[in-house]
């Protein structure tokens, strides 16, 4: 497993964030010029501030999004190579099973997929997942306002808890 993977994807968030700070002090400093063919030109000050700020919101959802997505196919990935390299295919029956499994884990669930770690990878950290997943797919199918996810998160704690998750069951395969 390769934690790398969502930290360079949370690097790019902490660059977007920042390219948000820039912009929003060229606004409060009133450098208008740097304005010039952007979607800010012409605007009124308070209206790009408020624009700004939902901005900064829908970039966090989208960045959970992106980690969780990268974290995803990284597990599909880290589980198939470990099918491959410790399977001993001693006889047809253990051949063909591993190859159905192998062709069918784009179709497995993320949840099955984390439970299927139980053994390496502790409860609690296997929680704090699924809640990201949750909030993950709310995000992903429209924010249903009637159900809610268990809890909210953000980008820095999203790639804290999948790096994580992924160093401790790295460290124990």
Not at 2 to 12: G, K, L
Not at 14 to 29: G, P, Q
Not at 101 to 129: F, H, P, Q, Y
């Given at each position: 497993?390769?934690?790398?993977?969502?930290?360079?994807?949370?690097?790019?968030?902490?660059?977007?964030?920042?390219?948000?700070?820039?912009?929003?002090?060229?606004?409060?400093?009133?450098?208008?010029?740097?304005?010039n063919r952007t979607i800010f030109l012409g605007e009124k000050k308070d209206l790009i501030l408020e624009k700004m700020i939902d901005v900064e919101n829908e970039l966090e959802d989208i960045m959970i999004?992106?980690?969780?997505?990268?974290?995803?196919?990284?597990?599909?990935?880290?589980?198939?190579?470990?099918?491959?390299?410790?399977?001993?295919?001693?006889?047809?029956?253990?051949?063909?099973?591993?190859?159905?499994?192998?062709?069918?884990?784009?179709?497995?669930?993320?949840?099955?997929?984390?439970?299927?770690?139980?053994?390496?990878?502790?409860?609690?950290?296997?929680?704090?997942?699924?809640?990201?997943?949750?909030?993950?797919?709310?995000?992903?199918?429209?924010?249903?306002?009637?159900?809610?996810?268990?809890?909210?998160?953000?980008?820095?704690?999203?790639?804290?808890?999948?790096?994580?998750?992924?160093?401790?069951?790295?460290?124990?395969?």
């Open positions: 497993m390769n934690e790398q993977m969502v930290s360079d994807v949370f690097s790019v968030y902490e660059a977007l964030k920042d390219s948000i700070k820039v912009t929003r002090r060229s606004i409060n400093k009133d450098f208008f010029e740097l304005h999004l992106s980690l969780f997505a990268t974290f995803e196919r990284e597990l599909r990935s880290s589980i198939q190579d470990i099918l491959e390299s410790n399977t001993n295919k001693i006889n047809p029956t253990v051949e063909r099973l591993s190859k159905l499994t192998l062709e069918s884990i784009e179709r497995w669930t993320v949840s099955d997929m984390i439970d299927a770690l139980k053994d390496i990878v502790s409860d609690n950290l296997r929680g704090k997942v699924k809640q990201i997943y949750e909030y993950r797919n709310w995000v992903a199918h429209g924010r249903n306002q009637n159900k809610l996810p268990s809890s909210k998160t953000d980008p820095k704690t999203t790639s804290i808890t999948l790096v994580d998750f992924i160093l401790q069951a790295k460290a124990a395969i």
